[in-house]
């Protein structure tokens, strides 16, 4: 019984994957801080401008 205790209590694995939600969840906030909704300002807006020039000049007249 102590032993599987000791083990227990050695084992790391849980806190590793705590450890990926955290960074998951702090890569989210940073892409939707960055990319933001895409119409307003920074990087989302000039991707929308690149690809509303690209559909204009695929889409056929």
Do not use: C, H, Q
Not at 2 to 29: H, K, Q, S, V, W
Not at 40 to 58: C, P
């Amino acid at each position: 019984m102590l032993n599987a205790i000791a083990r227990f209590i050695r084992d790391e694995e849980g806190a590793t994957a705590i450890e990926y939600g955290i960074i998951a969840g702090l890569m989210a906030t940073i892409l939707l801080a960055v990319f933001g909704n895409g119409t307003t300002s920074g990087v989302g807006a000039i991707l929308k401008g690149i690809f509303d020039k690209i559909k204009t000049n695929v889409t056929p007249a």
